[in-house]
Nanobody, 115 residues
């Protein structure tokens, strides 16, 4: 059974930091492309950051320079370090694992940026 379990969300003040984690099980994690998406209320889900199996990364323009995606294949975990958080970063953040036709989602973790 495949599971992606996110953690690390919460309430943070503007300018603060959070680190999200996504622990995977039931897949050969190292060969999967891993993505972080987010969905704010009333908006479509959007891609935030991507890391390929080879370690290449891509970011949405809105988070470049503030967010960093990384992976630890030994721990089957992908991370999203979020710095200089803004109120507009408030959303549910989802982890996604993709390999060809195999596409798996986590349950999401809420991030709220507010004073």
């Amino acid at each position: 059974q495949v599971q992606l379990v996110e953690s690390g969300g919460g309430l943070v003040q503007p300018g603060g930091s959070l680190r999200l984690s996504c622990a995977a099980s039931g897949i050969i994690f190292s060969i999967y492309q891993m993505d972080w998406y987010r969905q704010a209320p009333g908006k479509q889900r959007e891609l935030v950051a991507r890391i390929t199996s080879g370690g290449s990364t891509n970011y949405a323009d809105s988070v470049k320079g503030r967010f960093t995606i990384s992976r630890d294949n030994g721990k089957n975990t992908v991370y999203l370090q979020m710095n200089s958080l803004k109120p507009e970063d408030t959303a549910v953040y989802y982890c996604n694992g993709l390999l060809g036709v195999y596409n798996y989602w986590g349950q999401g973790t809420q991030v709220t940026v507010s004073s």
